[in-house]
Nanobody, 115 residues
Framework: QVQFAESGGGLVQPGGSLRLSCAFSRNIYSFYNMGWYRQAPGKQRELVSMFSSSGTIDYSDSVKGRFTISRDDAKSTIYLQMNALKPEDTAVYYC?????????WGQGTQVTVSS
């Protein structure tokens, strides 16, 4: 089992920035992979960015060049720096990890991009 503490969501104007944080209750090395997903109203949940099990960092095409995922292993925390936000980035953002016992999701944090 793993517990999550997500934070950083909110309301921002188009072109603005936000930084999401997701702190885990377990050592980050417990996880095969970890990352961020999002779900907009009426749409399926989709990958935003992740640290893969092969050691690569993946981004969806829609956020490449604008979002950056990072990690602080000592704090068992991952981050998502989101710049140049667009209204279509509005969604609930979730962190997710995979480990030997299965996959686990955070509770989600709302990001709204609107003028």
């Amino acid at each position: 089992q793993v517990q999550f503490a997500e934070s950083g969501g909110g309301l921002v104007q188009p072109g603005g920035s936000l930084r999401l944080s997701c702190a885990f209750s377990r050592n980050i090395y417990s996880f095969y992979n970890m990352g961020w997903y999002r779900q907009a109203p009426g749409k399926q949940r989709e990958l935003v960015s992740m640290f893969s099990s092969s050691g690569t960092i993946d981004y969806s095409d829609s956020v490449k060049g604008r979002f950056t995922i990072s990690r602080d292993d000592a704090k068992s925390t991952i981050y998502l720096q989101m710049n140049a936000l667009k209204p279509e980035d509005t969604a609930v953002y979730y962190c997710k990890v995979n480990m030997w016992s299965g996959e686990y999701w955070g509770q989600g944090t709302q990001v709204t991009v609107s003028s």
